[in-house]
């Protein structure tokens, strides 16, 4: 098991965002949280991420607690999520944002840059083939399509070379032929770039299509953890997604 959370607690005030939450993560697996909004699932990601503190248990990386550490130690454990957008310089290339941001998870001052370059040369093209960018790598970052840009936004959680990696909605505002490529692209992470991929997202045909396995989240617990047929099946999930429409 690459991760594993015990009994992880936080709280705002008098609610338990995340209530004594358990769960493990296999390596080279996809799998996903779903819940209705308010469930907790950001606030159990910022847990992950170290971008929030936890009230009460553990979150086990590789044998380590890592919970209590602040979100630069976390990321240097190769622990990546991705951004939404706000990390892409807009106004350098697809190659350059890649490379910079690889350059930068090696923790190479700018003043070495030019000769680590040449270096990281393929270390770029590998990361842009995994995005399915390798033909855009010339083009601004601004000229990019919405769809091009999540995709880019990716890339530069990969160039940090992540083992495990926390995908909050990576097909949000996509249209369905860029959800598409998105879909295959994150299938691919395990084998191609040794990622494990736990993510949040809202489209449940893209849940369904991609999880290894599911985790229902509802008033901060965990209520279901099964494979995508069993979840389906579920009377208990059922209820908890048609009391938000109600
Ligand atoms: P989700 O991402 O599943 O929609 P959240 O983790 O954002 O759920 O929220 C879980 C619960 O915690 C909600 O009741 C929300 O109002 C509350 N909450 C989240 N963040 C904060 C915060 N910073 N301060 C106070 N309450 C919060
Ligand atoms: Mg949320």
Redesign the pocket.
């Known amino acids: 098991m690459i991760l594993q959370i015990e009994n992880l607690c936080k709280s705002?005030?008098g609610?338990m965002?995340?209530n004594n939450v358990s769960f493990g993560i296999d390596e080279g697996e996809i799998s996903s949280i779903i819940?209705?909004?308010?469930?907790?699932?950001?606030?159990?990601?910022?847990l992950l991420t170290g971008h929030?503190e936890k009230d009460a248990g553990k979150i086990i990386f590789k044998g380590e607690d890592i919970s209590g550490l602040p979100p630069y130690k976390i990321c240097r454990k190769r622990i990546g999520r991705s951004f939404q957008l706000v990390n892409l310089f807009q106004r350098m290339t697809v190659f350059d944002n890649i490379q910079t941001a690889i350059l930068a998870g090696q923790g190479l001052s700018l003043k070495f840059i030019r000769s680590a370059e040449r270096m990281r040369r393929n270390e770029t093209q590998e990361v842009l083939k995994s995005i399915g960018l390798a033909g855009r790598a010339s083009a601004y970052a601004s000229d990019l399509s919405y769809g091009e840009q999540r995709r880019l936004e990716l890339g530069i959680t990969l160039a940090n070379r992540p083992e495990i990696v926390f995908l909050d909605e990576p097909c949000a505002g996509l249209t369905d032929e860029e959800t598409n490529t998105m879909v295959s692209l994150i299938r691919k992470l395990p084998e191609e770039r040794g990622v494990t991929v736990l993510m949040?997202e809202h489209k449940m045909d893209v849940i369904f299509s991609i999880s290894e396995k599911i985790r229902v989240?509802y008033e901060?617990k965990i209520i279901f953890e099964d494979v995508p047929e069993e979840v389906k099946k579920s009377d208990e999930v059922l209820r908890v997604y048609l009391g938000e429409q109600a």
């Open positions: 705002f005030g609610i965002a995340v819940g209705p909004n308010g469930a907790g699932k950001s606030t159990l990601f910022n929030l949040v989240l901060g």
